[in-house]
C-alpha cells in the first residue's frame, strides 16, 4: 500500500535520525568518563572503543523506545501541519487506521528491542566485564609516574626514576593506610624496588625494595616503631575502588534468570526484559493520540509534553523495577503499567470526539 510505505518511510528515517543523535550524546559523555580513566593510568587506552562498543546495546534499549515515540510524534505532527493528515481524513482514512498501518514496522522494531534486551545487551555486559576485569583494575606500580605522588586506593606511591619497561624504580616512598581503625599506617622509604613477576592468580603486584626503612605509624597515637632492611617484599593488592560498577544480574544470560526466577532481584530483571519492548507499542498508541495539533500551532507544540508522559512511563517502570527487587511487589506490576498506560492513550484519542459531544451537553443544559 503506497499510504503504508510513505508512512513507514517517513518514521523509520526520522527515528534513526533521532535515535543516532540520542546515542551520540549518551556514548560521547561516556566515552569522555572512559578518557578519565584512561588520562589515570587505569585503562588501557587502546580499548577504549571496544568498551564503548559493548555498552552500545545496553544504552540503546532505553534510547530505541523513545526514538521511535519522537520519530512517530515528528512525522504525525508534520503531516498535520502540512495537512496531509487532513487530506487523508476527508479521503477516508482516520489516524487511527494510520496507526495501525504502522503495526508491522512496530513489530519490527519490538523484536529488535527484545532482541537488545534479552541477548544482545547482557552479552555486552559480559564481555565489558570481562575486558575491564583485566583492563581497569590497575594498582600500585602501573600508576607510577617519576616524580609525581601517585595516589592508589590506601596506598600512595612516590618514585624519582622509572625504567621503560616500569619494573625498575629509584628513591621510593610508598604510604599505605590503616583500614581498620587501632591499625597503624605503614610508611616505607628505599632507594630501589624491583617488580618480581609471580603468578599469584589475583593479579596483585610484587615487588622487592632495596636498601631502606619501613615505620609504623599510629595516627593520634605518640608513638612508631621504625625497621631497617637490605631487602624487603612488598605486595600491593588490586585497588577495589578503581574497579568498574558491577552488573551480576544485568549481565545474566536469560535462561539463568529463569532457573533463579523466585528471587525477587532476578525476577525484576526478567520481568524488565521480558515487558518493557511492550513500550513500543505503548510509544505507538501514545504518539497516534498525542500528535494532533493545528498548522497555525507547529508540530513542535506538543512535542514536549509527550516526551514528558512517555518518559514518566520509563521512569514508573524503573521504579517497578526497584519495588520487586526490594520484594515490595510483584512481576505483574510491568504489564499493569504498561495496560495503565495503553488505556491512558486510548482515552487521549478518543478526547477529540468526546469534547464535542460533551460540548453540546453543556450548552443544551444551560439553555
Avoid at 552479552?123 to 601517585?150: N, Y
Avoid at 625494595?209 to 624487603?232: A, D, K, M
Wanted: proline share 5%; aromatic share 10%; charged share 20%.
Amino acid at each position: 500500500m503506497i499510504i503504508r510505505r510513505y508512512l513507514v518511510k517517513q518514521v523509520v528515517s526520522t527515528s534513526l535520525v533521532v535515535i543516532a543523535l540520542l546515542t551520540l550524546i549518551m556514548m560521547g559523555g561516556r566515552l569522555i568518563k572512559y578518557f578519565g580513566v584512561a588520562a589515570q593510568g587505569r585503562l588501557d587506552a587502546g580499548i577504549l572503543f571496544s568498551i564503548i562498543g559493548y555498552r552500545l546495546p545496553e544504552f540503546l534499549t532505553l534510547i530505541l523506545p523513545l526514538g521511535f515515540f519522537i520519530g512517530l510524534m515528528l512525522v504525525f505532527g508534520r503531516m498535520y501541519v502540512d495537512h496531509e493528515m487532513a487530506v487523508m481524513n476527508s479521503s477516508g482514512v482516520s489516524r487511527n487506521q494510520l496507526a495501525r498501518l504502522l503495526v508491522p514496522m512496530t513489530a519490527v522494531f519490538l523484536a529488535v528491542q527484545s532482541f537488545l534486551m534479552i541477548w544482545a545487551s547482557p552479552w555486552g555486559l559480559r564481555q565489558f566485564e570481562a575486558l575491564t576485569t583485566t583492563q581497569a583494575v590497575r594498582a600500585g606500580f602501573d600508576l607510577v609516574r617519576p616524580k609525581e605522588f601517585i595516589p592508589s586506593g590506601p596506598y600512595t606511591i612516590y618514585a624519582g626514576d622509572l625504567s621503560e619497561d616500569r619494573k625498575n624504580l629509584k628513591d621510593i616512598f610508598f604510604y599505605q593506610r590503616a583500614e581498620k581503625e587501632g591499625k597503624p599506617d605503614v610508611i616505607i622509604l628505599a632507594k630501589e624496588a624491583t617488580r618480581v613477576d609471580v603468578e599469584n592468580g589475583d593479579g596483585a603486584n610484587v615487588v622487592d625494595l632495596l636498601e631502606g626503612r619501613r615505620y609504623e605509624i599510629y595516627p593520634g597515637q605518640p608513638r612508631y616503631s621504625q625497621v631497617e632492611f637490605q631487602t624487603y617484599r612488598l605486595r600491593l593488592e588490586n585497588n577495589k575502588e578503581a574497579k568498574f560498577e558491577s552488573a551480576e544480574v544485568k549481565a545474566l544470560p536469560i535462561g539463568q534468570l529463569w532457573q533463579s526466577r523466585e528471587d525477587p532481584v532476578i525476577a525484576s530483571e526478567l520481568g524488565w526484559r521480558l515487558f518493557v519492548p511492550f513500550s513500543i507499542v505503548v510509544a505507538l498508541l501514545l504518539a497516534t493520540a498525542l500528535s494532533e495539533v493545528s498548522p497555525r500551532q507547529g508540530r513542535y507544540l506538543k512535542l514536549f509534553p509527550a516526551l514528558l508522559i512517555f518518559a514518566s512511563l520509563i521512569v514508573a517502570l524503573m521504579a517497578v523495577k526497584t519495588r520487586i527487587s526490594k520484594d515490595e511487589m510483584g512481576i505483574w506490576a510491568y504489564p499493569a503499567i504498561l495496560l495503565a498506560y495503553a488505556i491512558a492513550a486510548a482515552l487521549f484519542s478518543r478526547k477529540q470526539k468526546l469534547a464535542p459531544k460533551i460540548k453540546k451537553q453543556i450548552q443544551r443544559v444551560r439553555s
